[in-house]
C-alpha cells in the first residue's frame, strides 16, 4: 500500500495533461472487454443530444451550476 501511496504522490505532481493521459492508461488496463457496439452508440448519442441542443428542446448549464447541483444531491443522500 505504501508503494500506491508513493506513486499516487508522484503522479499528482505530474502536469494536468500528463495526469489524464496516465488515469485514461490505468482506466483502460481495468477492463480489457471491447465493446465492439460502444463507439457507434456513443456517435448516436452524441448526434441525438446535438440535435436536441439545435433545436431548442434543451438548454446548456454553466458547470458552476451543474457542480452545485450534484453537492446538493451527494448531501441529501
Do not use: Y
Amino acid at each position: 500500500m505504501q508503494e500506491a501511496e508513493e506513486l499516487l504522490k508522484k503522479a499528482l505532481a505530474l502536469p494536468e495533461k500528463e495526469r489524464a493521459d496516465l488515469a485514461g492508461s490505468l482506466i483502460n488496463s481495468l477492463d480489457e472487454t471491447v465493446d465492439e457496439n460502444a463507439e457507434a452508440a456513443w456517435q448516436e448519442e452524441v448526434g441525438r443530444r446535438l440535435e436536441e441542443l439545435r433545436s431548442g428542446k434543451v438548454k446548456t448549464r454553466s458547470w458552476d451550476e451543474v457542480r452545485q447541483k450534484g453537492r446538493t444531491l451527494l448531501q441529501g443522500k
